[in-house]
């Protein structure tokens, strides 16, 4: 994608017969596209150990970093920052001392109600060392251990208080445990081995390891994980499932399979879907790299028209979105992305993204391939309009800055400098997915919220919350 959203994070946590660091470093490497800031892997043996850092993994936790690391269970994390500042005390698995041990944290999503709490029990005399919402759950996991000392139930009185998206590894001293919220927002799969079992946010970080995926922790589930099995506290109660399209639009790796949905197809279908809705009499397909290319191979199959690779990626020029600002990050893409001209010149070209926020960096790409030769650019995108903030693990939080709230379709086109654009519908979206449209959180592309957001829209008129009494 050219200049979409950025995710939140990636988490894993493994036990086995034997040393698990090796296998958690590794699948911290495969979901390395869910967060670059920072890294980190938390292990217990004889006492809870943490290394982590700002950077991505290689840098984070190096060979010399981790040297000495070792423990048959542990957790792991990467980091990009949606609640909480950059700083390294921000940086995941996050541990707490408590009066029987150290609970240790790894958390994918964001809590809606995190200023809340944290103003609550602040009142109470409180005191917190991060601002990332992640410590509050922690904190609220001790809180509760020292009432029953009992994990399980110190899981479900902390899903209680807290709102939101949150798939969570955490570990009890030497209990490892996974959890996802009763919404499901956020991914979370089970895997086996022959030594061991992990849960981790895709299956892509499981089959080159060696791992035989098993299932999707379901929403609002409990999973205790051992070296040779795991054991289930399913969710009581009923809550509606919100699972972020956005997961297979972009953020997952196309080789993941996501509450029994491969990636890699439902883009392809995705493309499919756009050829039928929005078709174009062009010479050529191509997508923006990378995330766009099953998009568009989807729309040359269904259309006919020839697939080809217009864009040269440079993969070692500094990530566009990180970046400081804007200007700096349209700069970086002359760097990055380089027009392969016997694609382009003389061609008209359809071009296939994944998704539009702000449009500045799709503009400029436009404009590389206008300079090229280009005889025309036309432009097909994979998801709806973006008009509304997420509030749940994805860094999109004010409507100013989604050029879909300010202008039509038709606008934009002219913005872009395209000769006709096209999003692919909600229906369209929600076909591809084959997923019901209760099931899924498409508040970004309608302004309807699946939980409580003040001054938001409920897509209930009535709140639905689960109990997990």
Known sequence: ????????????????????????????????????????????????????????????LSPRKIEGLTGKVGIGHVRYSTAGSKSVVNAQPLTVEYNNGSISVAHNGELTNYKELKSKYMDKGWSFFADSDTEIVARLLVKNMRTNDDPVKAIRAMMTEVDGAYSLCIMFNDRLFAVRDPYGFRPLVLGEFDDGFMAVSETAALIPLGGRPIRDVMPGEIVEIFSHSYKSYPASGQCPKAHCMFEWVYFARPDSVIDGREVYDVRKRIGMILAEEAPADVDVVMPIPDSGRAHALGFSMASGIPYEEGFMKNRFVDRTFILPTQKLREQAVDMKMNPIKSTVEGRRILIVDDSIVRGTTLRKLIKVLRNAGAKEVHVRVGSPPII????????????????????????????????SLAYISIEGLVRALDIPETDLCLACVNGKYPTNIPGERHRYQATLKQDFS
């Not at 988490?11 to 967060?35: E, F, P």
């Not at 997420?390 to 050029?403: A, L, P, S």
């Open 388 to 419: 509304a903030p997420c509030f749940y693990g994805v860094d999109m939080k004010t409507r100013d800055e989604f050029i879909a709230t300010k202008y039509n379709v038709e606008e934009i086109r002219g913005i872009l400098n395209a000769d």
């Open 1 to 60: 994608m050219s200049e979409g959203p950025r995710h939140s994070c990636g988490v894993v946590g493994m036990m086995a017969d034997t040393d698990v660091v090796s296998y958690i470093h590794k699948a911290l490497n495969l979901i390395q596209h869910r967060g670059q800031e920072s890294a980190g892997i938390a292990v217990f043996e004889n006492g809870m150990h943490t290394v982590k850092d700002n950077g991505l993994v290689g840098a984070a």
